[in-house]
């Protein structure tokens, strides 16, 4: 069964307004999760990586202050799009410490 | 800088088998992976590569050559179901993951 699980699996939000997605662990402890980002037909890039008790360290190009990242127990990192508009829309995936497992994913469309 | 090509789209018949072939320039190596994706779900884990050599699981069967900065995915007895995007990704010194482009595989009756 999956090991790591993301929530929701799909959301609509507004121009304007933030969305939270959430990463779990499910039967190990993750100090480490990544969170990637794949627009449609291309690949996966990564966005920042999430470091339990302590700040995320975000790639070069992935505005920190739009996209917040919080890791604030050994079972949940949470990924939140601020501000969101329609150029975020796109695929969400979280994967944890041992990298072989994905989340499910989210899509977020902003409208 | 760090580089991953693999070719955009193959197509094979069912029944057949194809190679999915990767190369790789990056700074630091701590492993090569595989993931399959299809279409609007999340890519899942076909093979870890960290050693020179083949390593096999049933009908999936990946190579490694770190000389080369080289892979490749060998699916065999292809089915329906296999098509799929296919995914290579380094795992840099980091941790972090590096993928390329994805290659686009159609198997056709």
């Known amino acids: 069964g999956a090991v790591v699980s993301q929530h929701p699996s799909r959301v609509i939000c507004k121009s304007g307004t933030s969305v939270k997605i959430e990463c779990r662990s499910l039967d190990f402890q993750a100090t480490t999760m990544f969170w990637y980002r794949q627009f449609p037909k291309q690949s996966l890039m990564l966005m920042a990586t999430s470091n339990e008790g302590s700040k995320a360290t975000y790639e070069q190009g992935v505005e920190k202050d739009k996209f917040l990242i919080n890791h604030a127990s050994l079972t949940l990192s949470t990924l939140t799009v601020t501000s969101a508009h329609p150029e975020d829309s796109s695929f969400y995936i979280c994967?944890?410490?041992?990298?072989?497992?994905f989340g499910e994913g989210s899509w977020l469309t902003v409208v | 800088g760090q580089n991953i090509d693999q070719p955009t789209e193959m197509t094979a018949t069912e029944g057949a088998i194809v190679q999915i072939n990767c190369t790789y320039q990056t700074s630091g190596f701590n492993g090569l992976f595989w993931y399959q994706q299809h279409a609007g779900e999340a890519p899942t884990f076909l093979s870890y590569?960290?050693?020179?050599g083949l390593e096999e699981k049933g009908r999936f069967s990946s190579f490694l050559s770190r000389s080369k900065g080289y892979s490749y995915l060998l699916l065999k007895e292809l089915q329906m179901k296999d098509s799929a995007s296919y995914l290579c990704?380094?795992?840099?010194?980091?941790?972090?993951?590096?993928f390329g482009q994805g290659t686009t595989l159609q198997v056709k009756p």
């Open positions: 990704a380094v795992s840099s010194n980091t941790g972090k993951l590096i």
């Open positions: 994967s944890a410490n041992h990298l072989q497992d």
């Open positions: 590569n960290v050693l020179d």
